[in-house]
């Protein structure tokens, strides 16, 4: 079973942003976790600050993985293309979020590149990615 | 551990409700489910059509439950009373929605009684409130 | 022919309220002259100032009346819960209202309830009754 | 009892527009239809595409007829002219709609010539005019 | 000299909510104090979570009290039923608050319950209950 | 020195009107107090319901007329048409109102069209158009 | 006949704005031409850029002149406070602009002072205060 | 091949209009030059100011006519009427704007008969004409 | 114990108001009654047209006075600058309003002024002084 | 006559998208037919799905093609900084879009990069770009 | 070299403010670090909580003054009168603001002053005063 | 000291834009001129127009320089994902503009990014980059 999981702006930094929202985690903590969690997935972590790496790893995924989860972060608000791209992509998508977005600034409070995956997740910090990776088991063996 | 899951309006109708949204389950089914997939959990499960029930369930959860699932349904989207007993209720609390309401009418894409709980799931018809419980647990156990 | 006929919050008041708005009658009068007017009908009528009662109505009605008419009152403009319960229902439903409500406070302009039901009829006083009535037993022939 | 029953733009088109909204009905049949089941009224019909010819028609309507029933079409949610002509004009005044406004496009909401009228029905297809044509005959009773 | 005073949904827990915005007094203490230095005023005290039951304090209140205070809490800012209610009732009411609404989230600045009392009073915690008992009075006395 | 006075929907039916927003007046009235009130202009005057026909008032206005005051009544606030017809026509405009639009109902408020005319007088009711005329003879003296 | 214009902020240097909004006057020569004009008219000219200032010139016209001219300028659009105080004034109000400000920036649309005069005129550059002063003698005649 | 090119409002006036936005040509130029270029096509033109007669020609194109093309100034902003005879037309239909649209006044940037076209063209002055007619006859050629 | 009441804009003219929203009171009667009903408060009473004046109020309050009444009338909807003074300003703070000001125009439904003051009080005419010179009172003896 | 046309975001996938919307051609598809039916025509496609490199294809136009036709696809609803190189860009632009924008969702319904284009085609599917460089051909020889 | 420092209401009060928002300098201190920073330049210091007077110092600088700097504080926000007096005003004009006006509440995040400015700086407390000291010796050798 | 200058999209062609919005100079003159007034700074200059190119230069900004500058162009307006960036960038930031954005397009009126600099500089064309840099000076040494 192949999950890709793809990590949008400034996830890279994750360590370092405000704990009391995302968590005291590093990127690399937080994907060695599931691994060792989920040893029966095969995952491939890929992060980009550019909206268009983030589209061109969507499209990508069709073909290669069983499941896509994505955190789209501060794209996830604004990125019309992101959506579309999402909306193309045929597999199992599942949108995290690490703060709870309906507790945050107006502008985050609606995303609008979820409209496009089959559901998501937020709030949990860390465990929003555990919970998609159960999610992501499911609905493939749901398919 | 013990966990109450509160239903808001219409979801004792869920069998007939539209399927694309909600799924084909009654929430009978649903309940059963739960049960035999988390035989480690001790569930309650209740369900009114009225606002202010829902809050007396909430307010009576702190004391008897280690956490809270919590699916508002209508109420989401208007209830500041349901908002504020949340704010309230100090045991983990999850917000679950069985459709992905970011993709639905315009008043439904943001939850205002979300912004109280550690955080909410939706999308994924029955397997959110698998989730939830999946998320429970994880949360009892760090608290 | 059986109708039920629910009428929402402040409607057992009828008689006290704005005689402009509303009309003079006594809610028990205006159910006396529906029963005189409609023979053939054999109405049930219940009113609530609860919304989840009403919710209640309207779930109980589909197996046990051809008909429903709902006054939703103040919860037309609000309730998300009582739109949920009216798209589940499915037999004929029509919407009414003493008042036209086109015409009044801004928030009362439009009905989220009544995009729910076949139709809706506003401003007649008690005639918007009499009017649902007439209708209502169209549908029924029709369907 | 002499009744005027004006109709707006595209209704001359009735039975080549979206069946699921309007019906099946022809704009000629809706009008024999009429007459066959309200023989004690002597109707007038006319349409009209041009907003200030149904404004003409409205201020025709005060000397000539006992009550007036319009269906403003498109104009419904844009004519303040039409609202001021209907503001204007003294007998009793119905305002239908075959299709139920308020559960379409956002801009067909709300009717600001309604505001004028005694008050409107919407959503009964041909069945939203007998409805108007029975309280019109109140209407002209109770004068 | 009889006085109603209807506590809204989640006051019963007035203890347990955020000091800073509604003061550390339980709500019984309140009601207490509120005896004890208004020894000539006859109190009863009501509470409920309950939108609908809410109604039906207002609705007895008219035939049965001299004067009526409310705390609608959540409900002051969604609730046209109750606002109904209050236009209905016809001795003095006054509105309390605990908390100073027009500082707090957008939501709460607008109560649509107050414009259909005499006046509201916010943001002294359980000493607005002092002042309006202070106001009632005076209403009773001027009547 | 040849004045157009183009009067808009309704105005024919000026004095069946609301008294207190457009005064006593027929439209017959105020024309024949304007010719005897300022004898040495030769006035046309024409009024029309239909929108088009505004337009074609405006477009011949150029070549014959040395002035051109306009009551758009209805049409003032929705046609884009009737503004775009406006700034054509290069000849001074004035444009009209009876009553004080700025104090009417909030869709009243603006006028689009008096944007494309040299300036514009609202709320004297038939002496708004003295002051018309008052000023149309200083701006053509100015030109 | 005494009336007073009262001139709000920057307008006393009228002279040094910009000429294709407010002409190419100064302050001094639009109140010459004024009194030159209207020679049976008794003007009081007074400018105050302080919005208090202005409201005490309104609270103190109504024993003291027959009519009352203001420009508000940029008080227009913001001040509930000169709103109020003509409201109390009982003389006959009327409000001028130099400038058409229906067709100027979007805050300048609307005059929220206006609607408590008995009408305004915008838009004739220096001409306006003239239409101001031929209605103000009317209106003062008709009283 | 026959094609009728509807002209709405103000569109007899082309010469005169801003040639910054318009172009420099007359509507009589315009029209000569698109029989010079398409000399296989069967030309009729129209133009009317009245939005009711544009709806009277798009009711009648549907039977006469392989292609319409329309470009309806002004009422493209406003005119729910036009769109829904638009809607009932079922031959190929294309909207044309000679000025860009989108670079002007806010009112102008949305048009909402477009939405019921098969598609717009907006902003190449005349050849906005001659793109629409070299796209008709490739719709026509696809049907 | 010396409490300063500040009136703005127009309260001087108290007496002429509308007595519906605001009591047949004059200002000095206001104040008169105040001292006779509170013999043990050191009142000191001003009023002000001037923004800038009711600021210079509001800062030399902390230094002489035990708490600050406001009546900040038309400036409680726009004045920022009221405001930030009133937040500066360390006594208790009390804010009045003699009318309902949440069942007025929408313009009046929101005080920003009054976020930044211990609470406010709306609708009792004359006595909303009385209760927050009671709450003053209560709210020294408190500090 | 050299002509860059550029795609924007998920175009490269266009045959694999809503063929509704989308047409059913793949973008290779596309670019071949373009070159077939344009022989006189040198052209260079470029696609990408970042909005940094579009803006590199923009800025790279001016001195090195006649014309350049683009599809911004998601990035036309947000993008500032493609609109910004538009501006600067000094070669006939001109915007194409597959499907009617004015169709579908609010989002989509205002393209803010095609106001600094000459303007720009919408809703023909594959023959929009067929048309974009019928008129590029047409405003290169009109340079 | 003379600039004229012109400081708005409430910052008088500067030690007294929030120190996280402006820092901990009393202006005294701010006005007597400007003048020792900046030997070479003339300066006047002037501060008003009223409006009107703040107008007449920017009315007064242009015949006095190389350049001005304006901190209008809450006046930013709110006063179209102040923006009036700056555009009419002729010498280099600089606004300041202590805070960073885009990191505050809404209704400060948009200066209605600043556009009728050369420019303007925001959140680095007194040392926003020291670069418009320094902005305005590079405007004042650069006129 | 080490200062970054970070500058987004089209920031490259600065010579070729509008004159009268951001001067004549190019990108390469202003970093000379830069150098060439601050000797005792080390300047890094980059410039991009990918927004994660943006992102990628900020997260790497605080191991290595003492300062960031930045002018993000377009993407001020809409990019959260920037504004997540700066806020994880814990040494001064300033964000400058060459043109007033508070006197340009309403989407320009409002930066998202400059909400988590210390502040920003806007209208002074290339002199804003010079104040940032006298700014950064100050920071740096307050630190």
């Not at 600050?49 to 896509?68: K, M, P, T």
């Not at 979820?114 to 398919?143: D, E, H, M, Q, R």
Request: glycine share 6%.
């Amino acid at each position: 079973m192949k999950i890709i999981v793809i990590n949008g702006p400034n996830l890279n930094m994750l360590g370092a942003r405000d704990h009391h929202q995302y968590g005291t985690e590093s990127l690399e903590n937080l994907e060695s976790e599931l691994k060792r969690n989920f040893e029966d997935v095969d995952f491939v972590f890929v992060q980009s600050n550019l909206e268009g790496e983030i589209i061109n790893f969507i499209q990508g995924a069709s073909d290669n993985y069983d499941a896509l989860i994505i955190n789209p972060a501060g794209y996830s608000h604004t990125s019309v293309a992101i959506r579309d791209s999402l909306e193309i992509c045929k597999i199992p998508k599942i949108e995290v979020h690490l703060s709870n977005i309906s507790d945050r600034e107006d502008f985050r409070s609606k995303s609008i590149t979820a409209s496009k995956t089959n559901g998501y997740i937020s709030g949990f910090k860390k465990y929003s990615y555990f919970a998609a990776v159960y999610l992501a088991k499911i609905l493939i063996a749901n398919k």
